[in-house]
């Protein structure tokens, strides 16, 4: 009948659509820039009648005009333009059905987010990346204290070791360790820079035993 022949398409859309966002979700996990794209383009020429599909990203002004092809759809993060989701079909002039052109979209916007993602966190790597290589040689110890989820020692470099006689993994592997260490009456002025009571600079001398049984002065100032 005609209300049959009217469900049906709407139905084929309704999957395609549901589909489209499961990958989606899948290509949403990847970490890797590569691995993204690679997710999009799998997932945008798996789409019924597509023959061709591809990212297009908008690195400026002069890339903020989709390449030439049979449907362009904006990939947007928050207003701004991270490319465009590009294909071509087996046959350019039928139409794009409502159902498969939200399943686009649902693809394109997952996309944006997932490379907007993967961009931000390959900053934060090259970030800890270069921090690491100045730390790591330089002669003063440089160490990181964190409270969440418990009380550890999430960073030291490895000058500790010429100071304490102990490895920055003896620290990583024994939250305690540094306090042990630590001569009982300067215990109150490390717990007061830890806590952040002694910020902005703030220098404090506190004394530290070392593995041969000898006792270091060490300066501490809280950054």
């Known amino acids: 009948s005609l209300a049959v022949r009217r469900f049906r398409p709407e139905n084929i859309e309704l999957q395609q659509a549901v589909g489209m966002y499961e990958l989606s979700k899948a290509m949403s996990t990847a970490l890797d820039f590569d691995a993204v794209l690679r997710k999009v383009n799998a997932a945008a020429s798996a789409e019924n009648g597509v023959r061709a599909a591809f990212v297009q990203l908008a690195h400026g ?3 903020a005009v989709p390449e030439p092809c049979d449907l362009s759809v904006p990939m947007r993060v928050g207003g701004y333009l991270v490319g465009f989701l590009n294909f071509d ?3 350019p002039r039928r139409p794009v059905s409502n159902g498969q052109m939200k399943a686009l979209r649902i693809l394109a916007s997952a996309a944006a987010s997932a490379l907007e ?4 966190i390959a900053k934060v790597r090259a970030a800890d990346q270069q921090y690491r290589r100045l730390t790591e040689n330089a002669p003063d110890i440089i ?3 964190d409270f969440d989820p418990a009380p550890h ?8 070791t010429a100071s304490t006689g102990y490895t920055p993994d003896e620290f990583y592997a024994d939250p305690a360790l540094i306090f042990r260490i630590l001569h009982p009456d300067d215990l109150p002025h490390l717990q007061a820079v830890l806590s952040g009571e002694r910020a902005n600079g703030g220098v404090v001398r506190i004394r530290c035993t070392h593995r041969q049984g000898h006792i270091v002065w060490l300066e501490q100032r809280s950054m």
């Open 61 to 63: 002004v002069a890339d």
């Open 89 to 91: 079909f087996e046959n």
């Open 117 to 120: 993602a993967t961009s931000l």
């Open 143 to 145: 160490f990181r204290y």
């Open 153 to 160: 020692l999430a960073y030291v470099n490895r000058a500790v």
